[in-house]
């Protein structure tokens, strides 16, 4: 379905939020009563780019963070997992890395407390995105979130061009959250415009709704799906948290159910998707077996306490899957 150039130096270079997760470790209870908390490295094209290396993937990143001990962390993180750093620049004008407080009420019930005022992730600048970059990678991920203010969003646009122009494959995750955003018009207009470019779009029923609002309201999955191929994408996933998720194309479509794990909280999924996901269609895999391995990998991410720092490696990847085949029957995650 997508052919990749053969000659880059990097398989995928994710764009956009780099940020720092604090996890409660005092389990089931709110954000007011809990104490004490893990640090992560986190962000959703963060979390993928770490997803991605820990399967074996050469990754870049593009990106601007913190000029302080924050951004000494992750840059240092993103190194020890041979991810490439010479694209991820510092703040110059005192701007902070995007921090996040989640709250794991239940196995089932969590929610997220973002600080996203004046961060320096959406201070890249298009100046800082180099052609040269971006033409030596197989793939771009772009992340919505970046789309949500400027300058960060005219440098998305520039290496967006500089894609189309030196045959790097674009898959946009929608990645929506709520900070940032000014209204639902510009949200609409912004994932549009990219969305009408990518080759793969992935999001959540709820992000393509927010994306279609001032197209067509109350579009079907189906219609959605026949829309953004007609733009020119060649796989367009939507997804439906537990109900599992499905992905559509010119000859059809492939469903996937969750592998079942028992959930110590209920986000960072989609990032252990995404990250396996894009490996086992750089690999060749069939679409099928593609969407098993993000299903697959976003089992083991909800059950873990943070993103990052359990990203599964190929190895455990595989395991798991043999071993959730043996116990609940060949066919458990397929739709």
Not at 49 to 74: E, M, N, Q, T
Not at 225 to 253: F, Q
Not at 269 to 284: K, N, P, Q
Request: with cysteine.
């Amino acid at each position: 379905m997508i052919e990749f150039a053969s000659d880059r130096k990097f398989d995928v270079i994710p764009i956009g939020r780099v940020a720092v997760d604090f996890n409660p470790v005092d389990y089931f209870k709110t954000l007011s009563k809990s104490d004490t908390f893990k640090k992560y490295l986190g962000g959703s094209p963060a979390n993928i780019a770490v997803g991605l290396a820990r399967l074996g993937k050469k990754v870049g990143f593009i990106g601007k963070v913190s000029d302080d001990r924050l951004g000494d962390y992750v840059t240092e993180f993103f190194e020890k997992e041979n991810i490439d750093t010479s694209h991820i620049f510092r703040a110059k004008n005192g701007e902070k890395i995007g921090l996040t407080f989640t709250e794991i009420l239940s196995r089932d019930e969590s929610s997220i407390l973002m600080y996203r005022e004046g961060v320096a992730d959406l201070m890249l600048e298009p100046e800082e995105v180099d052609e040269e970059y971006i033409s030596q990678a197989k793939m771009i991920i772009i992340s919505g979130t970046a789309l949500s203010q400027s300058p960060s969003r005219e440098a998305v646009f520039k290496a967006l061009l500089f894609a189309k122009k030196n045959n790097t494959k674009v898959l946009f995750d929608v990645d929506y959250r709520p900070y940032s955003w000014k209204n639902k018009d510009e949200i609409s207009i912004y994932y549009s415009l990219v969305a009408e470019k990518s080759d793969i779009v992935i999001g959540s029923r709820e992000e393509f709704d927010l994306m279609e609002s001032l197209l067509e309201k109350n579009r079907d999955d189906k219609k959605t799906a026949e829309y953004w191929l007609k733009k020119g994408n060649k796989i367009v996933i939507i997804k439906h948290g537990k109900k599992g998720s499905t992905a559509y194309t010119a000859d059809g479509s492939y469903s996937i159910k969750p592998f079942p794990v028992e959930a110590l909280k209920s986000f960072g999924g989609g990032d252990g998707y995404g990250s396996a996901f894009v490996y086992a269609l750089l690999e060749g895999y069939d679409l099928i077996d593609c969407l098993e391995m993000g299903s697959a990998s976003a089992s083991m991410l909800v059950k873990a306490h943070g993103c990052s720092e359990f990203m599964p490696t190929l190895e455990e990847l595989k395991k798991f899957i043999k071993e959730s085949k043996e116990k609940y029957g060949e066919m458990i995650a397929r739709g």
